[in-house]
């Protein structure tokens, strides 16, 4: 069995290869049960919280990822979430490979913005808006890029110094990147804004957001989180990782109480695009918006390219 720390796991997953095996996977599907949930009661503070997300193509490979929230930790120093990855063959059960599973859930979340938004985002979009300055939103640009012509990258957070900072370590990378004074006029002059918080509250609104613009909702994974106001979804063209979604996003749920949308408003998931069932963007003047609250098969997906070019795949 192999193993693949933070560092190996990263530098396994350039990004133009994720996004390329994401968009395989989704139009070859495989089967993700649904994830369990378990608590680890302490008795000295508050409770683990410990996910278990399977998935497998059936004579191929099957694989587990654990992820860990442990909210007590802050105190500790240490980082309230862990993740590993233990990938095995899925006919005779041998471990094949076990990964950091944080690198895995950052890279992969990453990848499938930026492949959703390579049918979804205009093709000429060169303005990148990204709201939050955590793991993710780092990476952002980076996977934005391989699908989209990005030259400008504007940052917003509600720490403005967490904002510098990420503007100013993409500008080492090599974008041309600034800190956002304020988040409705970056809003409207950007041709992609991408959330990645983990806000309870709206931080965007839909009367910022210019005709063929595309949205990207990367938090709101529990339905007490919200992204993006009911205006954000009113006269857009509407579309979800998985249709999980639709039962685990503040920012979809709440809307479609309130009958500003219905479930059969949504033109697609990413299977369904990858497949060819569905049509992205139709227009330039279009506005688009895309929800993702992640999927196991995504994570198997990056799994198995870590292992293929390992291989020299």
Not at 101 to 109: M, N
């Amino acid at each position: 069995m192999r193993v693949y720390d933070a560092a190996q796991t990263e530098a396994a997953l350039p990004f133009d290869r994720l996004i390329a095996a994401l968009r395989q996977r989704f139009a070859q599907g495989c089967v993700v049960p649904p994830r369990h949930a378990h608590t680890i009661v302490r008795a000295d503070g508050p409770p683990l919280t410990s996910l278990i997300m399977p998935a497998w193509v059936p004579g191929g490979s099957y694989g587990v990822k654990v992820v860990n929230v442990a909210p007590g930790n802050a105190a500790l120093g240490l980082p309230g979430l862990h993740a590993t990855y233990l990938l095995h063959d899925a006919t005779t059960g041998v471990p094949v490979a076990l990964l950091d599973g944080d690198a895995i859930t950052a890279r992969r979340t990453a990848a499938a913005s930026a492949l959703a938004a390579s049918w979804l985002a205009r093709a000429d979009a060169t303005h990148l808006l990204v709201v939050g300055a955590g793991r993710v939103a780092r990476l952002l640009p980076a996977a934005y890029r391989c699908v989209r012509p990005i030259e400008r990258v504007s940052v917003w957070a509600r720490r403005p110094e967490a904002a510098a900072a990420l503007a100013a370590a993409l500008r080492r990378d090599g974008f041309a990147a600034e800190a956002a004074d304020g988040l409705a006029a970056a809003a409207g002059a950007a041709d992609i804004i991408s959330c990645a918080t983990l806000c309870s509250e709206p931080v965007v609104q839909g009367a910022w957001l210019r005709p063929g613009s595309h949205l990207d909702l990367i938090g709101s994974f529990t339905p007490a989180m919200r992204e993006a106001d009911d205006a954000c979804f009113v006269g857009a063209a509407l579309y979800v990782d998985t249709e999980e979604a639709l039962a685990k996003s503040g920012d979809l749920l709440g809307p479609m109480a309130r009958g500003v949308f219905a479930a059969a408003d949504v033109r697609g998931t990413l299977a369904a695009l990858a497949g060819g069932s569905a049509t992205g963007r139709r227009s330039a003047a279009e506005r688009t918006v895309f929800k993702s609250v992640g999927t196991a098969l995504e994570d198997l997906a990056a799994a198995m390219l870590v292992m293929a070019l390992s291989a020299g795949g």
